[in-house]
């Protein structure tokens, strides 16, 4: 994944997770490597902007999350 195709994936995940509220932030919507992530962890690691948030925000993409 191209650098400038994670920014824009993590722009748009960022504006949902803004949309979610706050209780629902700790609910499972991706699973990454038989680990499942919450929108919190998901957040956090695409800040990082770590492999597992490439792999994450491309999982995303495909079930048209972000």
Do not use: C, N
């Not at 400038?4 to 504006?15: G, P, Q, R, V």
């Amino acid at each position: 994944m191209s650098a400038d195709s994670f920014e824009h994936l993590k722009a748009e995940f960022i504006k949902k997770f803004a949309a979610v509220p706050v209780p629902l932030r700790s609910e499972i919507i991706v699973v990454v490597d038989s680990e499942p992530l919450s929108w919190s962890a998901t957040y956090l690691e695409a800040e990082q902007g770590t492999e597992r948030a490439k792999k994450a925000l491309k999982i995303l993409k495909e079930i048209k999350v972000v």
